[in-house]
Structures are given as structure tokens and as C-alpha cells.
């Protein structure tokens, strides 16, 4: 078996002998959404994606993966690794990478400025292990909003960065759609949060579906525009889907089904994942991806392309590459196979200038019943980190503990006295009913509540303890909290003021920036170059560089 052992030195040949220079992260055209496709910003021409999912030793299937504990590696830090991987992508055609966990306090300037140089984009999730928005106890607070907004702040300076997942597969079973209704707070707030940032304005966001039985309500619910505007919905939709399997067709995946569906979306829809496993021939490395022909052909009228689950081989047997104990990377059968079906495609690009959008948003689904649970208006409130801020600074009672495990017992007793009390903190996507209260942490939101209980008690020291999780302090008004405290009112049942100003907590550096050595940058596969690139490929096969395990 033969690993790449001398790929980047090939992709350097290639450079030289094509004449094209490499692009930096800061002048790559930009992919703009228009009506149903994706297209480049500077001539029009539409762009499919030819992705991979890019991140090593993290389960991207599922957002709601919220183990305190759980640890991931951020992909695009380690300039080593994609200087290793980059080629290697590059080699079966990919112009976009997926990545679902980033550390928005390092810096990633090397590796994106590698993938610009080689015409590769990225979608990027905004969720990481142990902080997203969980399918069974939905949230959009503090917390979650500092996270997403630090993300955002930390890659909206890279103009190959297309735009951002607000969660992936947040709702995979019946009664886990009332999450939908805080995800797409989550979309609200993170658009607007790039607009009030005046970042790039081709940057979007999105959200990405397991293949579930409310997939039709969740693309309706994520694109319909109960409050008039775009503002709360998506600006592309993610479809992970696996049902082609092996040599399937068209009729027996639902993939037609898939087509007539989507046929009047408003936005761009693109498999954020797909690459089954089950019941190939040769078993799970063995992937002919027989279903690339129809993605590119027959379905792009609808569909703006995929990205394949996924780069590195982990213990769920999806991975078109191993990296072996001495770095190098050794392709699984798929990896050629995908490799032979891209080369062989050739979908039809439409141009901007040629294209009018005439599809609108759809109607929002029924709330009620067993199929669909939230309300499509109102969502829940923004998360603005400044007036919980006022708020506890305002109150006179306080909870002092971090412990949050020990908190469940004071909400349920607070609440369980007399239910106004928790008002201000309320939640329920399925009669809409949300409190001003509800997207602070929930040290906050005890201290709220506990408040709420110590004036109802006449202010007694001892309504003020709850076993030492709570105490009296002097309430204090900073300088533009006035006007928000009074907005979210005495009971905690009136508006919440978007937030202004950079939010996130994004730290990392920004070094000064040379050319990306090191990595060619190939024509794009579908503007130029193909029969260049593609025997590119084939001499390299034949004179045994080791390009491919044999």
C-alpha cells in the first residue's frame, strides 16, 4: 500500500508549469447566494460545491453532542496537517471543505490562506462538542451566543469562508422539533449580528438536516418569513442524506422525491453530507459513489452540489484516507472511486446575469399535532449579553454559586411557589411564550427568579440563601442599562433590545501574511482546466508517484 509521498511536490510542478499564481484568503473571489444557487462574485458564474468534510476525531452527525467533557481538534489550525491533507483533497476535485468544530481563539490565517491558494472554501459549523444547542433541553443563551458570535469573528476576514451552520441534525426524532424554534433564533442573531459588524455581506448562514421525518416541516419552518424579511430565515439549507447505497438509482434513493421537493426553495440546497456505507460491495472503504452522477447532472437545477463524509477514516468506518504512524496518507478504494466520478462530470453553469429568482419563501408549517411542535412566531428573544449584565447588577438578591448541577432544586421550588416568578425566564416554543430572561446564563436566570421570590417575601434575609447558593447585595444601574432594564420590564415578560457591538471573544492573533507555500493552486474544476487537471492525475498514476494505495 503506497501513500502520498510525493504529492506536494507534484501540486508544486503543477503551479509552475500552469503559470497560475496563488490567491490569499483576502482577494479569492467571494461565493454569493442569488435566489436558488451559489455563484462567483466577480463574473457570475454559478459554483457547485465538490465538497469533503475536513475534521479529525470529532462526530459531526449530531449537533447536540453537549458532554462538558468532550474534546475535538480544531482542523485548520495546524498549518503542518493542511499543508499534508490539502494536495490530497485537491487531487479529487474539491473546491470546499466542510469543518464542524473550530477554536475561535487560535489562529487559522496559514491554513485558509493554503485552501485559498488552491481555490478550496469552507462552510463552517458554529456548535462545538459540549456547547450547542441540544435537541432535548433547547437553549439560545449567553453562553451559546458569545460562542457563535466568536466563530463568526474569528473567519469573516477570510473571503473564502462561504458561511456557517447554526446547528446540524438538532432535530432527529419526533418530538425534538420545538428545538427548531431556537436554532433559528440562533440564524436571527447570528445574521444580524454579522450585519451589525458590517462583515462581509456574502456570508451566510444555515442550518444542516439529518434525513428525518419532519425534514419537509424543517426546510419550510428554516426558509418561511412570518415577520416579513429574511432576517430570521436561513440563506442556504444542508441536507445530510445516505440514502444511495452502493449501486442505487435515482428512484430507489428518493433522490427524485428530494429534487421535486425542493424545486421551489427559495435559498441554495446541497448535501452537507452524504456517502453512505451500508451494503457495499467490499464493504465500507469500497464506496463507488455512483450517486455523483446525478448529483452533477440531472439534479442541478435544484441542487448546488456536495460534500462527501468524510476526509479522515475514524471508528464510524466513513474516511477516504488514513494518516499513518509517519504522516503520510494512505486513500481507501472510494477515494478513487470518487476521484474517476468527478472527473467524468461536467454540470451546466448557469450566469447570474441569466438567471431572475422567481421562487418564494414558503408558507411556515401548522404548529400542533404530533408532527409539528413550535410556533413560527414569535422566536425566542435575542441573546444580548448586556442587559443580563444589568439585570443582576440591578437585583438585590444574588446567586453566588457556579455550581450549576445544584440549581435544578431552587428553580423547581421557586417556580413551584408561584409560576409569575419564573416569567421572565420562560421558554415554550409550542405556545410561543418567551421571557426577557430566557437567553442569560442560567446562574443569571436563578438570580432573576431568586429575586423575584425575595421581594415577594418582603425582602426577608432569610428568602435570600437557598443553602448559601444566594445573597443580598446593593443594586447598581451602569450607564446604559436604564433604558434595557426597563425595556425587558419588572416581571421580565417585555422586550429584548438587539445587542450592539463585537460580541464574541475570539483572540486570536493575526500574522502578518506571505504567499502559501508550499501548495499549488490547481485551475477550478468547473471554470477551467479540467482535461489539464485531470491528466495531471492519470500521469501521476502512471508514473507510480504513489498517489493512490495499491
Known amino acids: 500500500m503506497r501513500a502520498f509521498s510525493a504529492l506536494s511536490h507534484l ?10 499564481l496563488a490567491a490569499s484568503y483576502d482577494d479569492i473571489t467571494d461565493i454569493k447566494v442569488y435566489g436558488q444557487h451559489f455563484f462567483y462574485t466577480n463574473n457570475g458564474s454559478q459554483f457547485y460545491m465538490k465538497g469533503v468534510a475536513y475534521q479529525e476525531n ?24 493542511c499543508k499534508r491533507d490539502i494536495p490530497v483533497m485537491k487531487a479529487i476535485f474539491t473546491n470546499v471543505i466542510r469543518v464542524y468544530a473550530l477554536d475561535p481563539t487560535k489562529n487559522h490565517d496559514e491554513c485558509m490562506e493554503l485552501l485559498a491558494a488552491n481555490d478550496i472554501y469552507v462552510v463552517a459549523d458554529l456548535s ?61 442573531d447570528t445574521k444580524g449580528y454579522i450585519k451589525s459588524q458590517n462583515y462581509r455581506s456574502t456570508l451566510g448562514v444555515g442550518y444542516a438536516t439529518a434525513d428525518v421525518p ?26 445530510n442524506v445516505y440514502s444511495w447505497c452502493g449501486d442505487s438509482t435515482y428512484e430507489k434513493s428518493s433522490y427524485g422525491e428530494r ?6 426553495y427559495p435559498v441554495p440546497v446541497f448535501f452537507a453530507e452524504y456517502g453512505c456505507i451500508e451494503g457495499v460491495d467490499g464493504g465500507p472503504t469500497h464506496r463507488p459513489f455512483t450517486e455523483v452522477a446525478v448529483l452533477y447532472g440531472n439534479m442541478t437545477a435544484v441542487f448546488s452540489g456536495g460534500i462527501v463524509y468524510q476526509y479522515f477514516m475514524s471508528e464510524n468506518n466513513y474516511g477516504l484516507v488514513e494518516v499513518k504512524d509517519d504522516n503520510s496518507v494512505s486513500p481507501y478504494p472510494d477515494y478513487t472511486s470518487l476521484s474517476s466520478q468527478l472527473a467524468k462530470v461536467s454540470p451546466t453553469i448557469t450566469a447570474s446575469s441569466a438567471y431572475t429568482p422567481a421562487n418564494s419563501a414558503p408558507a411556515c408549517p401548522t404548529a400542533g399535532g404530533t408532527t409539528w411542535a413550535p410556533k413560527a412566531s414569535p422566536l425566542p428573544p435575542a441573546v444580548n449579553p448586556q442587559l443580563c449584565t444589568c439585570e443582576v447588577a440591578n437585583l438585590d438578591c444574588v446567586v453566588t454559586s457556579t455550581d450549576e448541577s445544584s440549581y435544578k432544586n431552587v428553580f423547581d421550588y421557586i417556580c413551584g411557589t408561584k409560576s409569575s416568578y419564573c416569567d421572565g425566564i420562560a421558554a415554550n416554543a409550542t405556545s410561543g411564550v418567551y421571557g426577557a430572561l430566557g437567553g442569560c446564563s442560567p446562574q443569571q436566570q436563578l438570580a432573576w427568579v431568586a429575586n423575584q421570590f425575595y421581594q415577594g417575601s418582603s425582602n426577608k434575609a432569610s428568602a435570600c440563601d437557598f443553602n448559601g447558593l444566594a445573597k443580598t447585595q446593593s443594586p447598581t444601574t451602569s450607564s446604559g442599562c436604564a433604558a434595557l432594564i426597563s425595556a425587558a420590564g419588572t416581571d421580565g415578560k417585555g422586550s429584548v433590545p438587539s445587542p450592539t457591538g463585537q460580541q464574541g471573544t475570539a483572540a486570536a492573533s493575526s500574522s502578518s501574511k506571505g504567499a502559501a507555500a508550499g501548495i499549488a493552486t490547481t485551475p477550478a474544476f468547473f471554470n477551467y482546466g479540467k482535461a489539464f487537471f485531470v491528466a495531471y492525475v492519470v500521469t501521476a498514476l502512471v508514473s507510480g508517484v504513489g498517489m493512490f494505495m495499491l
Open 11 to 20: 501540486a508544486l510542478g503543477l503551479a509552475s508549469l500552469s503559470g497560475v
Open 128 to 188: 462545538e462538542p459540549g456547547n450547542s444547542i441540544d435537541s432535548n433541553d433547547p437553549k439560545w443563551n449567553v453562553g451559546l451566543y458569545t460562542r457563535y458570535t466568536a466563530v463568526v469573528d474569528a473567519m469573516n476576514k477570510y473571503k473564502n469562508v462561504i458561511g456557517f451552520f447554526a446547528g446540524n441534525e438538532v432535530v432527529s426524532a419526533a418530538n425534538q422539533t420545538a428545538a427548531a424554534a431556537f436554532v433559528k433564533a440562533a440564524v436571527r
Open 259 to 264: 429534487v421535486t421537493f425542493f424545486q421551489d
Open 214 to 239: 419532519s425534514r419537509d416541516e424543517l426546510a419550510h419552518y428554516f426558509a418561511c418569513e412570518p415577520e416579513g424579511g429574511n432576517t430570521t430565515s436561513i440563506d442556504f439549507w444542508g441536507y
Open 58 to 81: 470529532y462526530n459531526g452527525n449530531g449537533s447536540s453532542n453537549n458532554d462538558a467533557n468532550a474534546q475535538y481538534t480544531d482542523p485548520l489550525s495546524d498549518a503542518t496537517k
